[in-house]
């Protein structure tokens, strides 16, 4: 593997271990894609460092089981605002 993506994974895989960030998340904060971050993490990094592999994979998975969580709170948030204009217009 070359020395660059080695050390892209490791970063990648400190700071979502550091930060219980999402997937998501680390691509944007290291200007990559998803898809890539997610290689880097399942596959790549337990290469690497198993250690870290072990703990970034328990935030992965704490991420997908509040996973629908989030996504109930951003719809909820949503038709909130829908209605706040709804209710605007009408006076």
């Known amino acids: 593997m070359r020395e660059y993506i080695e050390l892209r994974v490791l970063k990648t895989a400190e700071y979502i271990a550091e930060n ?5 998340e680390a691509a944007k904060a290291f200007g990559v ?3 890539t971050v997610h ?8 290469e690497l460092d198993r250690s870290l592999f ?12 509040e996973r629908h969580l989030r996504g109930g709170h951003a719809t909820r ?3 909130k605002h829908v209605e ?3 209710n605007m217009s009408k006076k």
């Not at 219980?20 to 998501?24: D, Q």
């Not at 703990?55 to 089981?65: S, T």
Request: hydrophobic share 35%; net charge positive; no cysteine.
């Open 33 to 35: 894609s998803k898809s």
């Open 54 to 65: 072990d703990d970034v994979r328990q935030v992965l998975n704490l991420n997908k089981a």
């Open 20 to 24: 219980m960030v999402t997937v998501r």
């Open 39 to 46: 290689k880097d993490m399942h596959e790549r990094l337990k």
């Open 84 to 86: 706040f204009i709804k």
């Open 77 to 79: 948030e949503k038709y």
